[in-house]
């Protein structure tokens, strides 16, 4: 997939898709958070735990969702398991490239109503948010 292709190629569908799946499992910031702490070095689950003040097992979770994309890889160590970025340095060109489009974007996608479930102006009864107790 290509951003620059010229005005009469196609658009490819399964590579937006892959694009999309990546972008989704980017798009959590528990995630986020542990890819940074992982592009200051290896780091255990235990570590990150601490880190991030969240449970073992959402940890956990979120870094088998990032091991299974390729975005981190791990190695056992005894009794330890290590987690690293599998490649930080295409990760730091992607990370840049964000940094950019939020400069001149500014803070227009955190307001973005699409982006929050349920407030969109048009959004019918089967996009409203699940009222407190997941009932509608």
């Known amino acids: 997939m290509t951003m620059t292709a010229a005005p009469e190629a196609t658009v490819d569908a399964a590579a937006t898709g892959v694009y999309a799946a990546l972008f989704s499992a980017l798009s959590d910031p528990a995630r986020l958070t542990i890819l940074q702490h992982l592009a200051l070095g290896p780091h255990r689950v235990r570590d990150l735990v601490e880190h991030l003040r969240l449970a073992q097992s959402t940890t956990s979770k979120h870094l088998a969702c990032l ?16 987690y690293s970025l599998a490649d ?19 803070a227009q996608v955190a307001l973005c109503s ?5 407030t969109h102006p048009t959004a019918g009864p089967r996009d409203a948010a699940p009222a407190p107790g997941g009932v509608a």
């Open 114 to 118: 699409h982006l929050t479930a349920g």
């Open 88 to 106: 930080a340095a295409a990760l730091a060109r992607l990370v840049d490239a964000a940094e950019l489009l939020l400069v001149g974007t500014g």
């Open 67 to 82: 091991r299974e994309c390729g975005l981190v890889d791990v190695r056992a160590q005894g009794r330890a398991s290590w």
